[in-house]
């Protein structure tokens, strides 16, 4: 399963591997701490006995136990730099992949950018869009002219332009009309409201 992790997995492992390897260092010191604890105590105790050869022994314990904890103080200070020095090296890293991440972006970029053709594309554009405004002219031309072909084969018969003008001015007329009609009507229905007595007499 490890050949499939990816180097963010991978990187965490060995994080946690730094920091369990830092806690069993911690937890060793705290160990020694007790274990001078333990000596001192053992050592009064050989003194008020007046047991001389125990008392030495737990002495030289003693200083082998400041030794290793003093080792171990030293390898715990190492450690700890090592980590920031390795966090350190991880940021650079960051930096260091994501400019050559721009720098080939940037670089591909400057490389799909092909001014030669960018320029024969426009001017292809630019002759489709005159050859397009000349086709658009010719298309209304022909409806144009279509239009007025259309009116010309009109037959003699056909409606005159007097005739329409006649037709909307009679239009005109019967709005006129109808309007008037209607203003008579309310004129006719004020006048019986404010002469109810009016329509009685009559």
Do not use: C, H
């Not at 390898?75 to 050559?100: P, S, T």
């Not at 010719?138 to 409806?143: K, R, T």
């Not at 084969?153 to 007097?162: K, L, Y």
């Not at 037709?167 to 019967?174: D, G, H």
């Amino acid at each position: 399963m490890g050949l499939f992790k990816s180097k963010e997995e991978r990187r965490i492992e060995r994080d946690i591997k730094i920091r369990q390897g830092i806690r069993r260092i911690e937890k060793s010191i705290a160990e020694q701490n007790k274990f001078t604890d333990e000596f001192v105590k053992n050592a009064r105790q050989a003194k008020q006995i007046g047991d001389m050869a125990s008392y030495q022994f737990i002495r030289n314990s003693l200083k082998k136990t400041a030794t290793i904890k003093k080792l171990l103080e030293r390898q715990l200070l190492a450690v700890k730099n090592a980590l920031l020095i390795k966090r350190q090296a991880e940021a650079a890293a960051d930096f260091a992949g994501a400019m050559k991440t721009m720098a080939a972006e940037v670089s591909r970029l400057y490389g799909d950018t092909d001014l030669a053709k960018t320029q024969l594309d426009w001017e292809k554009a630019m002759a489709q869009s005159q050859s397009m405004e000349e086709r658009m002219a010719m298309f209304l031309d022909g409806m144009e002219e279509g239009a007025a072909a259309d009116v010309s084969r009109a037959p003699a018969e056909a409606i005159s332009d007097e005739e329409i003008d006649r037709m909307i001015a009679a239009e005109e007329q019967v709005d006129q009309a109808r309007e008037a009609q209607q203003m008579s009507a309310l004129r006719a229905e004020l006048n019986a409201l404010k002469d109810p007595g009016q329509k009685e007499t009559k």
